[in-house]
């Protein structure tokens, strides 16, 4: 059974850190690109980041660069998101999401028709 399982949100002020994690199983997680998307109060969906199969190389949406970073842990199935210098419009429920993908990370990337969706974690960032 496939399984992709976000954790890590919680309440943060401004300014703050957070690091999300999203464990999965059930496929092979060496031949999938992953991503991080968020969606806000009212908003549509957003992708903001996602990485290669191998972890070397990266893509961030303009949104994020700069501030967040997204790696990942192949003998873990793990991939995750470090969120630093947090505003109050991150707040977002953060998904997970996996695709068979052999490139480079790039924008591309985000548009494809993903395999696999986690349920997401919430982060809230006051003011």
């Known amino acids: 059974d496939v399984q992709l399982q976000a954790s890590g949100g919680g309440l943060v002020q401004a300014g703050g850190s957070l690091r999300l994690s999203c464990a999965t199983s059930?496929?092979?997680?060496?031949?999938?690109?992953m991503a991080w998307f968020r969606q806000g109060p009212g908003k549509e969906r957003e992708g903001i980041s996602c990485?290669?199969?191998?972890?070397?190389?990266?893509y961030y949406a303009d949104s994020v660069k700069g501030r967040f970073t997204i790696s990942r842990d192949n003998a873990k199935n793990t991939v995750y998101l470090e969120m630093n210098s947090l505003k109050p419009e991150d707040t977002a429920i953060y998904y997970c999401?996996?695709?068979?993908?052999?490139?480079?990370?790039?924008?591309?990337?985000?548009?494809?028709?993903?395999?696999?969706w986690g349920q997401g974690t919430l982060v809230t960032v006051s003011s």
């Open positions: 999401a996996a695709v068979i993908w052999f490139g480079r990370a790039r924008e591309e990337l985000l548009h494809t028709k993903f395999d696999y």
């Open positions: 990485i290669s199969i191998g972890g070397t190389s990266t």
């Open positions: 059930g496929f092979t997680f060496g031949d999938y690109g």
